[in-house]
């Protein structure tokens, strides 16, 4: 169909559906991390009886690992220009220090306020703590982790915003 083609470039794609396209991939992939979070705190707290602490720490950490690989490789791709095990583990720790302490203070402060001051099954109270924090880790993916300016160092204006002839 010539220059009216919707199969062209990405730069045809309008900014706010990439954005979406991006919002819908964090939250499916959130979805997993729900997943990994709530089987190992399962085992942990109610199969191998540790404390709810160790247990919710661990589950965390471990969705943490598979949440960042996935937006890694999937949500913020696009943002990524040089892959390498030493950018994959240089995003990882800030992404880490970002989510653990949202969720060490979102996550483990709602699961540890239900737990003792009501009588609510630990896994609704651990995913009802879960639940509060993905719009503030969204966030600090697109603004902090997965940022264009970290990711393109080298792509600056011309000198003087000359224009190329």
């Known amino acids: 169909m010539g ?6 470039s990405r730069d045809m794609i309008p900014e706010k559906f990439i954005k979406i396209k991006r919002f819908l991939r964090f939250q499916v992939v959130s979805i997993g991390g729900t997943l990994v979070n709530m089987g190992v705190f399962w085992l942990l707290y109610q199969r191998l009886d540790l404390p709810w602490p160790i247990a919710s720490a661990c589950a965390i950490e471990l969705a943490i690992i598979h949440n960042f ?7 913020w791709k ?5 892959h390498g095990i030493r950018d994959y583990f240089r995003r990882l ?9 949202i969720d060490f203070v979102v996550n483990m402060g709602i699961l540890g306020t239900l737990l003792k001051y009501t009588d609510i099954h630990p896994l609704l109270a651990n995913f009802i703590g879960m639940a509060a924090g993905p719009p503030f880790k969204f966030l600090a993916n697109e603004f902090f982790i997965f940022r264009h300016k970290l990711l393109h160092p080298h792509q ?3 000198p003087n915003n000359q224009s190329q002839p």
Do not use: C, M
């Not at 220059?3 to 062209?8: D, V, W």
């Not at 696009?78 to 040089?82: P, Q």
């Open 3 to 8: 220059q009216g083609s919707l199969t062209g």
């Open 69 to 75: 690989t996935w937006h890694y490789f999937r949500t």
């Open 78 to 82: 696009d943002r990524i220009k040089k």
């Open 93 to 101: 720790v800030h992404y880490n220090a970002v989510t653990a302490s």
């Open 156 to 158: 600056e204006n011309p």
